[in-house]
């Protein structure tokens, strides 16, 4: 092995190209000029990369290794010095389109039937990065996972010779219409996947009759989705800031904003989890998003998008603030993240308009409880909860089935998040199509549980014996409670 | 890589000579003309692929990636137009015949000796298509898996020391005698997988002494049938017409035909699941029924022969209907699809003659309750039942020792449909060797829990303690039942 | 690919010189005499296998598919005719030892460390036939894989802090002196992977002072195992015979042999189980036992061994024939594969001496419970047995901490099959070796309870919450009773 | 194949030029010399192997086979003579400097973000035998396993809303201040993994203000520890020698020891345990250590390190021992390796400080409670014991959230032994940076649940319920009860 030199990616590109042409494969930088006559897939396809990096190319058609073995040692230069990697580095060869590149990968858009197909064409389509930091969740991904498995293990109690010709899935959020008890959940900068970013989002949602919750970290502003989707409704999902002027202002502008329809403030999320996946892949210093301060940077924890863009978020949140954000909108306000029984009895109390049982898609804080099973612990522990206000529920909805148990189980909607950014890799058609499928698989559902509408749907239809062991039926323990007293702001009445 | 062009099927098959020879491999269309005379493997193997599809022969040998490498940019034509694939295009080389060319991929029949082998030998000769559509279930594919499972978790409580050097299989369905308590449970179209299809199931059925159930969807009309196996029994499976009277001439057609002994109405499919791997093989659009206006066609959702040919279907089919059911039949009739205790007990109070716990081999529904679960709940809560009419079960049956299990819990037979298609692959003497293995495995599993008689089986036979759990025990939820009353239309006395 | 003709293994012998040169592999027959010279690994190799099968040697170096992309299509000769297969087919190429080429296979003795290692070794050097007929069980293997992970899923409940300096492991089984509470249990065949087979055991068992259960269809007479271990200690087990007078003459013979010591009647085999690996795999019709009548023979179910080998023993035996063991002699007589507490009461109530707690391996019903699921029934049931008879425990004990978890839930000793087969792989040294890895691991467990007699071992040092559901705590259902009382008959008291 | 000879090291290390050059490769040894002109990769990469072992490096590269596939019969001189391998055959080739071999297989220090990536690490970069002696455990490895996944199935209850701007992480054991609650469980011979070995984990720990606990076979003495890192605090734990006058000593020696807080007599290793993977690599036997009278050797069983170290512990070890223990000490006396709520009981009513509930990371016996598991049981059976005594938790512990969980149930601190060694790869810096990952876990974990202190954390935080049927809730079986009071030493007040 010759001597282990960082060669920068500047010096890499300047070797592009027959007569000097050299390429990365695994990090590795190769002199592979004498090589281009003699390769048995001709120099072609070596040339396209010439200067840069070829590793995906390569691992398509060789086994590792192989470059080690054809080569002389004196044909390797040194490795790729990934300090200097720049935007300039994962760009496509200038000679060609980026969109018509992706445009290849990507499968035809109808041949797409279900929110998986959305997530496996992304993790093959979009940049290593955007893929990271969607697809990343806390630490050894065990929420993540037990958000989708859970209801997986709830079982339907179908009914059969029910007359199910019309199947209505008509539903309200907070009075707002919506086609499906659907909504998108906020995810923050759907522009890495796709130029029209939350723009096309929004469109779906309106031509498709569902809310989009819009995330304080979105790539657009709210006045420009507006613009984009004049008769849409949309919820804003508020990260207070550190600096409580900066959020006042913006909850006036929403409230002034006659689309927005209600205000989520975020509270699962009181400091950013340990997404490892995106801390391994470095982030383009260079983005940021409109209404939030929030800047991409790299640092000796890694490049971790969704930590550093929440850096701004104050972690001195408590039930008080609640009160200073009524102050600021006369828009329903909700909060976003609860994961007990004992905090939804005490959003309950303190008059909120609705909770999201939500453990931010598992990003968070790893082993928080699915989300499903908190809906399991309200019926245990509050059933009352349900008359009082509206429950939403995200983080593992994928499948229409999924939809009907958490209705069935006394949730108001769903949201979704992460499947919603995949599909907005086909831009606006692609979010449409999701929505639509969700739909078909939704109305599917209701008429073969034998209900034809969402009224009917009650926890008569499901059996939980199988993750009812998973559901806290205790109230806190009195050593808890006693803590917990002492020690905490008590929540008062908004 | 050369420019990315479409090129149809007719023009791939133009070039079929030692001197002009395409080939595709996934997808890829190639020109190995000069290639030929280099080929290691000699030039005659891809002779037999010119101008045709070779991904299947090249995969046995080759890597992917291998084409690529070895042939030069220019040689890649470009991508196949999937949109003009037909029929021709999957036939096989006009030189061979088809049924050589099956016969020598599948293994001779004496050496399939479990229902499992008659699957995995489908899984390789029969059509990608045919697979797609027999072997299909709903999106994830949990409650298909879960039926056979179930079963697994159920243990035997074995007797010894029990004189069973005769043992005697024998049982009545709706008082006609067969040797075994096994029916071919009704599935459609058995034809895609042997030209003599539901023909070669009802020669096996009679020469075995089974019951054969009929899918309105049969490839062969219930005559046909009746000539191939004039000493055969049969039951009928109905599905519902939108147009009542179709259905009404078909009942009394059945009515007349003296083999039929039974008409079993479908109430598990009041709309088609999604079975997603079916949606994603193009459909023949040739494919038609006698029995049933049902027509093959592809659409936006894919070429899906699961929905597309039930959607003649009534989903508007209520208890009422079964009035009108028996206004047109003398014979017995029976509901398949039964899927929960509630429904069990109405179908008891409605005077039904039988019904079939089934969940369509997880087709309709995913996590819908397993068959054998289901069995479990009318144990726990309606065991009167198993007194009052013949409960049959269905989906997940794959062993003798699964057979025995339904029938200590009480069922009367259970049918298999799956494996029956899988088994026809091989025509009547096909399903007659897996018959005669079930038969064998049956009665091993007799001997060797200690009885000689199912008369002699029954629940202490068996320990259901790892699936408990699962088995709903409580009747309909206060508030739920106050929905199901309200809003779901009565079962009335038939 | 040429004519598809098939050809016998005396012609392919026959092509077995450098000038003449056919192989098999993967059953295809190849002339690869003019490939010899350019063998990239030269032609010794290849002309080891000259006239032979080379699928081993082959499948070492190279990936499949190779051979037909290499040689020309004429060199394709034709299929193996494996209905020509014979006993010199399978031999080492003559100029051989079999036992060297073995030897080289087999790593050292001293290398294997524990009982996996052994059946591991076994996986690759015993005869594919041996494999099969050893390691198979009944159709899905579910028991077979219960037997071992229910072990695994018992916790100990250590102590610390006892002085356990010396420990002592010595146990008595029906009087017997036992250094361990182990013994050797009763498998058929011992010779087929070892010319030495049973005597080796015998031997081994002798050395280390532990008894061994002697199958009915041992490889040697019980008189040639006596000459071969004049010290050893033996139980017998018996199949009875459809012809009761040859076992009658077999109790006897047994019972004047002074190194006998106990007859065990195996009761868990009234019919043989369907060993879908052993049918599979042709059997050796040359191959019979001396105690016995079995014959082996291939027929239209297969080639399986453990079936054919049983077809002698009479699936009519009763508790009844007890009384008529009893008669033919004075051993103490125990019964071999209870399954339940219902027949371990049976037993009890009849006088045995013992029962041996077995699902014979897994090999006759899948889905009979696991024996250590049995020996918790008996704990939950019937506590009072451990009082009056010796409970022994076989099936899926592979570690010193399965034989001491079952000590503590109140065996006396436990059983191991399969293993010591693997064992005797090596001989009379291999039997020796595992017996004295598992004495360390036993002692090594022993010690780290807390622990240094068996005495103190006890059901207070495990803990079994993790497998309590799968024990069966009812009686007999009423309904099963009633059946059971009226059909089955009576054990009386011996 | 060519005559099997047995060819030394010695040997095969003189034929190292490019005249004369032999390989090993999976112990096999070839000639290569006419093969270094040919070698696709060049001669070069093969010379720096010459008359050495080209395993690894061959194994990047190539498959398995290629070189008898490659080179001709002749060319294999014969196997290794695997008993003649030295510390010298182990050396990497004299020309490099070690540390920077290592360095070049290492990725950079900050590329490492959880625990699992120093394991991953040093699965690649540590020696052989290093690897094994830390990575192994008892034999199955199944409480290994269980400890980390028992922690991974208690699900947290978070609470939101709280204000978390600042958390406080810091904890006293003993008295003594940690910075976090976690301290360097004791792990023999850090010197395996770097040059360091303990002094490394010894600074590590003074600047991060944690304590370290120091090995009875620690690769320094406590005295080198003290002089690296003055300011640091030690726990030391002791092995009781069975020549108690030199552990007397040993005592004195650390007693007098400003630096030593206290005495961990370890309870959980009565007898070595069966560390396989340890016993199949062989041992240096010149390896030593400085405090206890252990030297490496290999054995009939093998070369286990863990188990060879050990032989000098006495077995014999009794509660009366511990009054022993306080005779050469004032320090505070702690028993580590509880494994029930009973010696936990024992250990209260005996007056112990502070018990580490520990299973030895799964070494000693398998099957043995996870320790988080023993944890629950003391709040089942003696809640009593944490106003007691300070409870610790070693063996799984992986992640921040596991330190919650753990001190949430009641324990004052936890452990890490294995990862700690891992880290030492990278010498102080490795184990600064682990600290401090685990810091900021814990960190993000406490304010994701909600609190900002320790002393708020509590069992209301978490939910067992998936692992509630694992914990003995019972206390003693009375039969047992007997056999252990009347055969087992009692314990005295100290």
Redesign the interface.
């Known amino acids: 092995?010759a001597q282990?030199k960082l060669i920068s990616t500047q010096e890499i590109s300047s070797h592009k190209t027959p007569d000097d042409c050299w390429i990365v494969v695994d990090n590795q930088v190769w002199d592979v000029t004498g090589f281009l006559d003699t390769h048995?897939?001709?120099p072609?396809?070596i040339l396209?990369y010439a200067g840069r990096d070829a590793t995906r190319a390569y691992s398509?058609?060789?086994t590792s290794?192989?470059l080690?073995?054809?080569?002389?040692?004196d044909q390797y230069k040194g490795k790729l010095d990934e300090s200097t990697i720049d935007e300039n580095w994962h760009k496509q060869p200038a000679s060609e389109n980026p969109e018509a590149v992706w445009g290849?990968d990507k499968p035809p858009l109808?041949?797409l039937?279900?929110s998986h197909d959305f997530e496996h064409v992304a993790s093959r389509t979009a940049s290593k990065k955007t893929w990271a930091f969607y697809s990343s969740a806390a630490?050894?991904l065990?929420t993540r996972d037990a958000n989708k498995s859970c209801f997986?293990r709830?079982?339907?109690?179908?009914?059969?010779?029910?007359?199910?010709?019309s199947v209505d899935t008509k539903s309200k959020i907070l009075g707002v219409d919506s086609s499906i008890p659907l909504f998108v959940s906020p995810a923050a900068m759907a522009k890495l996947i796709h130029q029209d970013g939350e723009c096309a989002i929004a469109r779906a949602c309106e031509s498709r009759g569902i809310m989009q919750g819009v995330s304080n970290n979105s790539s657009y502003t709210i006045e420009e989705l507006r613009d984009a989707a004049p008769d849409a409704s949309f919820f804003f999902q508020l990260y207070v800031n550190r600096e409580r002027e900066k959020s006042a202002a913006l909850l006036r502008k929403c409230s002034a904003n006659p689309n927005i329809k209600a205000i989520f403030v975020t509270?699962?999320a009181?400091?950013?989890?340990?997404r490892?996946a995106d801390?391994?892949v470095k982030a383009d210093e260079g983005l940021s998003v409109p209404m939030a301060p929030s800047q991409a940077k790299n640092d000796?924890?890694?490049g971790g998008l969704g930590r550093v863009m929440a850096s701004f978020i104050?972690?001195?949140?408590?039930?008080e603030?609640?009160v200073w954000v009524r102050k600021h909108t006369h828009l329903p306000v909700c909060?976003k993240?609860?994961?007990?029984a004992?905090?939804a009895i005490?959003a309950m109390e303190a008059g909120l308009d609705g909770i999201l049982l939500s453990n931010h898609g598992g990003r968070?804080?790893?082993?928080?409880?699915p989300s499903i099973?908190t809906l399991l612990e309200l019926h245990k522990r509050c059933p009352e909860i349900f008359d009082r206000m509206e429950i939403y529920v995200d983080s593992g909805i994928r499948?229409g089935?999924d939809i009907l148990k958490a209705i069935c189980l006394g949730a108001t909607a769903v949201g979704m998040g992460r499947s919603m950014l995949f599909a907005t890799n086909y831009g606006q058609a692609g979010v449409e199509h999701l929505i639509d499928i969700l739909r078909?698989?939704l109305?599917?559902?209701m008429?073969?549980?034998?209900i034809t509408?969402l009224?009917?749907a009650?926890?008569?239809?499901v059996?939980t014996?199988?993750v009812?062991?998973?559901?806290?039926r205790s109230p806190?323990?009195p050593?808890?409670?006693k803590?917990?007293r002492g020690?905490?702001?008590r929540?008062s009445k908004l």
Chains 1, 2, 3, 4 share one sequence.
């Open positions: 092995m282990e048995p897939g001709g072609t396809i396209k398509e058609v060789h290794g192989l080690k073995a054809e080569l002389a040692p290849n109808e041949t039937i279900n630490t050894d065990i997986n709830i079982w339907f109690r179908p009914r059969v010779l029910k007359n199910v010709r509270v699962d009181a400091w950013p989890g340990k490892e801390e391994r000796s924890k890694g104050d972690p001195g949140l408590t039930w603030d609640l909060l993240g609860i994961m007990s004992d905090d005490l968070n804080l790893d082993t928080s409880p099973i499948r089935t078909d698989e109305e599917t559902a008429r073969n549980t034998g509408s009224d009917e009650g926890p008569h239809l059996h014996g199988d009812d062991h998973l559901v806290p806190l323990h050593y808890a409670r803590i917990a020690r905490s702001p929540a």
